[in-house]
């Protein structure tokens, strides 16, 4: 075997990364870190709350403990630390919005990313007509999505505002920008 390389780890690390990233994006959408937010749960009773495949259920949660996403004691799964804090719809520390529209919008232009780079065309709404803002605003569910999503990312950021800002100072502000008031969300629970 003189001479043989091995495949190095890092590139088939990096080739599958998305079965990782779509395990992760398909827990959030269906809301599996909200449901073990208070309770663990055996594996037969989170997949009937969920309305899972028993059989595929096992393997999709038992992927989530191998991702370091879940915790599982015998048959009973619980939330990690990190996705009970940030994946349970019910916390104002939820950035699972973005999460969502991953999955939900930008997982499949992705998909397209060999067809964007050989033709130079966009691969989003753009590449069927479609006005962005324009749909995005008719919709109000779709709308809502994009929200919570722009939400979730600004929480780090609102949160590190309100702590360091002098709110005491002054008698108002406006928060432009931040999706759904975020800082003035934050800055209210730091006082």
Known sequence: MAGRQLVPDRLLQIGFGFW???????????????????RQLDGKALAARLKLHPPSARD??????????LKRTGTRYA?????AQFLDRAKPTYV???LEMCNARLYGF????????????????????E???????ADPQRLEGFLNAMTGLSQ????????KFPWKRYQSFADIG?????????ARDVS
């Open 178 to 186: 931040c999706a759904q008031g975020g800082v003035a969300v934050a």
């Open 110 to 129: 992705w998909g397209s990313l060999t067809e964007a780079l050989r033709t130079g065309q966009p691969q989003n709404e753009v590449k069927t007509g």
């Open 60 to 69: 999709f949660f038992d992927a989530l403990v191998a991702l370091g996403l």
């Open 79 to 83: 939330n990690t630390p990190e996705t």
């Open 20 to 38: 990782g990233s779509k395990t992760l994006l398909t827990a959030v959408e269906l809301g599996l870190f909200t449901e073990l937010a208070t």
């Open 156 to 163: 780090g950021t609102a949160r590190s505002i309100a702590e």
């Open 96 to 98: 699972g919005g973005m």
């Open 131 to 137: 006005d962005f803002f324009g749909t995005l605003y």
